[in-house]
């Protein structure tokens, strides 16, 4: 197969951190302050401008708090977690690596005896139905290493006893949230944002913060997750006083990053950029013999992570250990061509490839891409047939 004459712009499709948004360049940060304490009148402002804008553009209820914490996405859902989890039993539905973690350290850290487990394989989701409303519940609204996200928050009880825990870090502005089925929220600038790591952001509904006030783990908790002191909660934290230090160069990032959002439309259009991205790689799933969906249930087929697998009776007939250098040589290419880098499915999903197609990304990039994925496939497989025939 010929190589391919026209390239993407843009060969980022990483699924995080994510691509930056079109026209974004170091310029666009010029005026930042650094070098100054993220206590001082100004620079805690602008940590407060990113809690009120995502509150305006998400429409998050005015009387849930939004606040910014360490260690990206995993730092605020373990900050949750050990603060909040214990108080009753426990309902964790996992289908890929990151929520199978959150159930691993329920169990296994938190030593949690009441903990019900609902799993599924890779590119399936389980049974929500399961759900008990007086049970709390752990889920992922989208599994960024599966690329299966809930359909939506109808099986989540409105008159739930229980709270929920939901990692949303793919999913925040790709996805309408129902705040309302929604109690401890988190995810990270890095996604769908396509902004800097390194922070999370935790958002507590009104039971949630009722749950922190009148709980108290009986385990230790490191000071970057304590969210009370003297059984209240520490409002501060949701104000734009951080727990820790943060990179107020990530901050001025992250508010490019939403003012942007702000700038095209509100997340309704960030959310539709994403499904016409999602669309482009469908048609030309349709069209391609040999790869597919990992997700078979289009209803639960994410958007923004778009993971592939390849059904080629070849590449099916290798044997396992084969098949992920067959990946990361078909990635190699693509990666030497400057084309398309990091797409490699994630290292505990099986064999394939792992797309972005979030809001950052553009629909055009992810069109001129596909070329150069079949021409990828095709030279690896020629490469691969010929050793093995060897």
């Known amino acids: 197969m010929e190589k391919p004459s026209i390239r993407p712009k843009n060969p980022n499709f990483s699924s995080g951190p994510c691509a930056k948004r079109p026209g974004w360049s170091f310029e666009k940060l010029e005026g930042v302050m650094l070098g100054r304490s993220h206590r001082a009148g100004p620079l805690k402002a602008k940590l407060k401008d990113v809690i009120e804008l995502h509150r305006r553009l998400l429409g998050i209820p005015a009387d849930y708090k939004i606040g910014i914490v360490p260690g990206s996405d995993t ?16 309902d964790v539905f996992s289908w890929e690596s990151f929520s199978e973690g ?3 350290d329920i169990v296994n850290h938190l ?9 599924a394989d890779y590119g399936d989701l389980p049974d929500l139905s399961k759900a008990d409303p007086a049970r709390d519940c752990v889920f992922a609204w989208n599994g960024t290493t599966s690329g299966v996200c809930v359909p939506n928050g109808d099986w989540i009880a409105a008159d739930r006893e229980g709270l929920t825990f939901c990692d949303a870090t793919s999913a925040v502005f790709a996805y309408d949230m129902p705040w309302d089925k929604l109690d401890v929220t988190t995810w990270s600038w890095q996604k769908v944002l396509g902004g800097e790591a390194a922070h999370g952001m935790l958002v507590l509904s009104p039971r949630a913060v009722e749950r922190l006030e009148s709980y108290t783990p009986d ?20 104000e734009g006083a951080t727990i820790n230090t943060p990179s107020m160069l990530a901050v001025e990032d992250c508010l490019d990053a939403l003012n942007w959002v702000d700038h095209i439309g509100g997340v309704t259009n960030s959310i539709r950029r994403a499904q016409i991205n999602y669309e482009a790689m469908e048609k030309w799933v349709a069209q391609t013999d040999w790869v597919d969906f990992l997700a078979q249930d289009r209803a639960s087929r994410s958007i923004t992570s778009v993971c592939l697998k390849i059904t080629d ?26 084309v398309a880098y990091d797409i490699a499915g994630y290292r505990d999903a099986p064999a394939g490839l792992r797309i972005w197609c979030g809001a950052t990304v553009s629909m055009t990039d992810l069109q001129e ?3 150069w994925l079949e021409w990828a496939f095709a030279k690896a497989k020629s490469q691969s047939a010929g050793t093995v025939a060897a």
């Open 75 to 90: 730092g605020a859902f373990e900050m949750a977690m050990w603060s909040m989890l214990g108080a009753r039993g426990i």
């Open 102 to 104: 959150w159930l691993k």
């Open 111 to 119: 030593k949690i005896e009441d903990v019900k487990s609902y799993a």
């Open 219 to 238: 385990r230790p908790l490191p000071k970057i997750f304590r969210m009370t002191k003297g059984g209240k909660l520490i409002d501060g934290i949701f």
């Open 313 to 338: 009776p070849w590449f099916e007939a290798l044997p396992d250990a084969e098949k992920m250098p067959f990946i990361k040589k078909m990635t190699k290419l693509l990666d030497e061509e400057g």
């Open 369 to 371: 891409v596909q070329p």
